[in-house]
């Protein structure tokens, strides 16, 4: 998946107030290092696959907890 995805990805987070910068969406959802991001946007290469499977294992969790506690 592309780049841009997961900048859409990190976008959302951060406007629902799940993340509050970059680096915590790095290390927390897509499990890498606080510029994982960084060296990706300055390399030109697209996100690993473990880095998109970890985030869609936490966008998995988010959704169930959301839809648990309505």
Request: proline content about 1%; overall charge negative.
């Amino acid at each position: 998946m592309s780049m841009s995805a997961l900048m859409e990805v990190r976008d959302q987070l951060i406007k629902a107030g799940v993340i509050r910068s970059e680096c915590e969406f790095s290390e927390q959802w897509l499990g890498k290092s606080e510029c994982y991001v960084r060296v990706l946007r300055y390399s030109g290469c697209e996100p690993s696959a473990d880095a998109w499977a970890n985030c869609a294992a936490k966008l998995g969790a988010l959704t169930k907890h959301l839809s648990d506690s309505s």
